[in-house]
């Protein structure tokens, strides 16, 4: 897909520092007015403040307009934007127009039957591996969207960067290590942690009722607008839409699922736990990474009100997924920025292996092949067939077929024997 031709040059623009200027001309203090932003590209040899984050999503949206655009959900409590890179206007659009309309807001080649990924970072302030990650993915998926295999393409993607803006900004100008939201309880101390504030068994095992507490739930489920426009714009859609929930956090090397309010587990554990190992085996393989994977309160400690269990329990969204970046505690949250592009990588190789499970099933990874005398490879998943015509044994075109589908020919015989590959 080609460049917009109004995409602007790479820039290096320093913080958030652009100018806040209302209609007529005065400036403010606050964003809910016009911002003059300069959309540029980003590194990830650097943490990045949020200014930053949001001009480089405005730069892929204003470069590639056909496949991605951005959205404000809401806005923090002190009114930054709640920005996402995504295809919102779509559903707005695309069942009005016989074919896709040119101003289609998507990360997504535009078919209405994809499933729908939901990603976030952020919500912990201190954690900024996160958001640096989230970024990393958003830029592989729409800068490298002409070479991405099918099954990162047949989905619309929905990319939140930064769920915890405030915070995020207070732990670049004031407090490296603040973890929550910047709600002020008058005299007490300020902040709630929006992890516990979801509205799924809220105010249940490791949350706390003292605002001074890291883990303050809240006065109420969804009480601060940075969780609550999360759960209001994932809702707003009908459930079946978003297949994956996936909230990127640290430390530790975690791929955590449901539950975390309580040492239980969920109906479909096996299928939540057979791709998390898949990931985790995908992360340990290219990069030599080792994740732990489990339920979050068994294998962390229990949890209430957090994102995912919100995710699973109500929004219904099967595969729901904590992932706790690296590392595993040598440097904690003030990871140095050079650990930026390998986290950026494995937290891709988790996003690329769930989203595999989601469009090819749970079981792609054992992909069933016939090959035929005449030399054709048919390969089926539960939801994908392909056909490739296959020499065998020619290497040549068993790569193209790990290419396509990033799995390995473990065996393959001529005759309608059925090749397993890993
Ligand atoms: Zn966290």
């Given at each position: 897909m080609k460049k917009s031709s109004s995409s602007s040059s790479s820039s290096s623009s320093s913080?958030?520092?652009?100018s806040l200027v209302l209609n007529n001309n005065l400036t403010c203090d606050v964003c809910v007015c016009i911002v003059r932003s300069i959309s540029h590209r980003l590194t990830w040899q650097a943490y990045h403040r949020l200014g930053d984050i949001h001009d480089f999503f405005d730069y892929l949206a204003k470069t590639y307009p056909d496949i991605c655009s951005v959205e404000i959900i809401g806005y923090s409590l002190q009114k930054r934007p709640l920005k996402i890179l995504n295809n919102f206007f779509k559903y707005l659009t695309y069942f009005l127009l016989p074919s896709p309309h040119p101003k289609n807001k998507r990360i997504s080649n535009g078919r209405a039957s994809n499933p729908s990924i939901w990603i976030d970072g952020g919500?912990?302030?201190?954690?900024?591996?996160s958001p640096a990650a989230v970024t990393y993915i958003a830029n592989q998926i729409v800068e490298g969207w002409d070479d991405l295999p099918l099954h990162m393409r047949d989905i619309n993607w929905y990319v939140h960067p930064v769920a915890n803006p405030d915070g995020y900004e207070y732990s670049h100008?004031?407090?490296?290590?603040w973890r929550k939201n910047m709600r002020s309880h008058g005299r007490q101390c300020p902040g709630v942690d929006l992890n516990r504030n979801f509205g799924y068994k809220w105010g249940g095992r490791g949350t706390s009722a003292n605002p001074c507490s890291q883990t303050y739930r809240g006065t109420k489920a969804f009480s601060e607008p940075e969780a609550f426009y999360i759960s209001k714009f994932i809702s707003s859609f009908p459930k079946e839409t978003f297949k994956a929930y996936l909230s990127f956090h640290c430390y530790g090397q975690y791929i955590l699922y449901p539950w975390?309010?309580?040492?239980l587990d969920t109906a479909d554990m096996a299928d939540l736990d057979l791709v998390a190992r898949q990931a985790g085996t995908s992360i340990a393989k290219s990069s030599g990474v080792k994740y732990t994977v489990g339920a979050s309160a068994n294998t962390l400690y229990p949890a209430a009100g957090g994102s995912d269990d919100w995710a699973k329990g109500i929004a219904e969204i099967k595969y729901s997924y904590t992932i706790e970046m690296g590392d595993t505690g040598r440097y904690g949250f003030i990871l140095p920025a050079h650990y930026i592009e390998s986290n950026g990588k494995d937290a891709y190789t988790v996003v690329d292996t769930i989203t595999r499970a989601i469009t090819m099933g749970?079981?792609?990874?054992?992909r069933h092949c016939t090959a035929t005398d005449s030399g054709l490879l048919t390969c089926n998943s539960a939801l994908n067939a392909s056909e490739f015509s296959l020499n065998l044994p020619s290497v040549p075109r068993t790569v193209l077929y790990e290419k396509s589908f990033g799995v390995k020919c473990r065996s393959h015989t001529r005759g309608n024997s059925l090749p397993t590959f890993n």
């Open positions: 913080s958030s520092s652009s919500m912990h302030a201190r954690e900024w591996i100008t004031t407090d490296r290590l975390g309010y309580d040492y749970k079981n792609s990874r054992r």
